[in-house]
């Protein structure tokens, strides 16, 4: 069974600052990767995802990830923070096959000061 | 197009009283079904899973049940709300973890 862990629930950044939120993920075979942004009282929005191929993904609104295997690791960064990014993000990881079950970690809360 | 449609957007039940939210995705045939409970302060918990008409997989044992009577609508019921059923409730489709997953935009429960 696969799992995820996103490492601190509340991350505080300033404006321009970068943004770094952790996820490492449990997997007994090669996962497929996702992170999720969800601002308040909405539905989820696609960021970016991993499935095969180049390691260094890049997404909507500047942010990127890198896949590592041998950390088993998925984490989102972005270069210079911007308010609009303050909302709740969330990793994911799926093993595909007949289920296709997305599970998700518990989500990092970002709050971006000025 | 591909799109997905989940109603009502927000909902209050009183406890005891039974509930039916429902999910249809359009423009595809034989998709993955999902839905997911966020609560407050909690991650997205993945509660029912569909791989076809009839077929209900279940995440987590609990006061809900899904059902799927066609192939491309989800239903999430409850027959006695409990307070601990409050919570925001996420649809979700796809037909390959390759492709990615589309959401709806989801149901917000009070239940008083």
């Known amino acids: 069974a696969q799992s995820v862990t996103q490492l601190g629930s509340h991350v505080s950044v300033s404006e321009g600052a970068l943004v770094l939120l952790r996820c490492n993920y449990s997997s007994s075979v090669p996962p497929y990767l996702f992170w999720y942004v969800q601002y308040p009282n909405q539905g989820l929005q696609l960021l970016l995802k991993y499935t095969t191929g180049a390691t260094l993904v890049k997404g909507i609104n500047g942010f990127e990830a890198e896949f590592k295997k041998s950390e088993t690791s998925f984490h989102l960064t972005k270069p210079s923070a911007h308010m609009s990014d303050a909302a709740e993000y969330f990793c994911a990881v799926s093993l595909g096959g007949a289920t296709n079950k997305l599970i998700f970690g518990t989500g990092t809360l970002l709050a971006v000061q000025p | 197009s591909q799109t997905i449609h989940q109603w009502p957007a927000t909902l209050v039940q009183p406890v005891g009283s039974p509930l039916s939210l429902e999910c249809t995705v359009e423009?595809?045939?034989?998709?993955?079904l999902y839905w997911y409970r966020q609560a407050a302060g909690r991650g997205l918990q993945l509660l029912f899973y569909?791989?076809?008409?009839?077929?209900i997989s279940s995440e987590v044992p609990q006061n809900l049940s899904a059902s799927r009577p066609q192939d491309r609508q989800f239903i999430l019921s409850s027959k006695k709300l409990l307070l601990s059923d409050s919570g925001f409730y996420l649809c979700?489709?796809?037909?390959?973890?390759?492709?990615?997953?589309?959401f709806g935009s989801g149901t917000r429960l009070t239940v008083v």
């Open positions: 569909s791989v076809g008409i009839g077929q």
């Open positions: 423009g595809t045939s034989n998709p993955n």
């Open positions: 979700a489709w796809t037909m390959d973890s390759y492709y990615g997953y589309t």
